[in-house]
């Protein structure tokens, strides 16, 4: 299968050269809602009204997105009803992230570094190590975003993500945001989209909403 949009998102994220992530707290949220948005486009996810079930067990072939699916399935099974896109991003956004950088690795699209900061504190980077998948996904985005060529599913599930983290600068070093916001925020809304596409889109979105804010509430307070 091609990079998920949890890679896609950590791809981001990760500086190509010394490997450190950038917006980290806000990209892990989001890296944990691509995985959710991913197993909820390939049907095996329903993902409705705030809250996510399981609506088909069979494997997707890919590592990342199999394991994540096995521990949502696991963890659905012990409530008494559908729990809430938040509670599952809560719960996982860190590990997810760390399977993330892991299959990014195993890919050979990353390597891993160990360096001391401050010469004493021992820390894993993740330079990029094959740089061709990130360049098309900028592509990609900048053909939709700033040139206006139409989003597949994928792509445009990728792009509410970004708006709702307010990854803006993640994904447009270069570009002001608000210059990039109101066409993302249109492409978020998703009204091109069938219904079940469109409905994942909008409950992963708000449930990233929901989230980004309660940390930087969390932060502040």
């Known amino acids: 299968m091609s990079v998920t949009l949890g890679e896609e998102i950590m791809l981001l994220s990760l500086d190509d050269e010394s490997g450190a992530a950038k917006d980290r707290e806000a990209a892990g949220w989001a890296v944990a809602g691509g995985i959710v948005l991913e197993l909820a486009l390939a049907g095996r996810l329903a993902v409705a009204e705030g809250r996510l079930e399981v609506a088909d067990r069979t494997p997707t072939g890919t590592g990342l997105l199999d394991e994540r699916l096995g521990l949502i399935d696991a963890w659905a099974a012990k409530k008494s009803r559908a729990p809430k896109v938040t509670d599952w991003l809560t719960k996982d956004h860190g590990r997810a992230v760390g399977a993330t950088i892991e299959s990014l690795r195993a ?12 010469g004493l504190f021992p820390v894993r980077r993740y ?6 998948p990130e360049r098309e996904l900028r ?5 939709v975003v700033l040139r206006g060529a139409d989003p597949d599913d994928r792509t445009a599930g990728l792009i509410a993500l970004i708006h709702a983290a307010k990854l803006h ?3 447009f070093p270069e570009v002001p945001a608000r210059e990039v916001t ?3 925020e249109k492409i978020a809304d998703g009204r091109w989209a ?13 449930a990233m909403v929901a989230v980004t804010v309660l940390t930087t509430v969390t932060v502040i307070g």
């Open 107 to 118: 890919r050979g699209l990353v390597s891993e570094e160990q360096r001391k900061v401050l």
């Open 139 to 143: 592509e990609r985005l900048a053909s």
């Open 169 to 171: 600068r993640l994904a």
């Open 182 to 184: 109101p066409r993302m």
């Open 127 to 132: 330079p990029e190590a094959d740089g061709a």
């Open 194 to 206: 069938g219904d079940e596409v469109r409905t994942a889109i909008r409950t992963m979105q708000a």
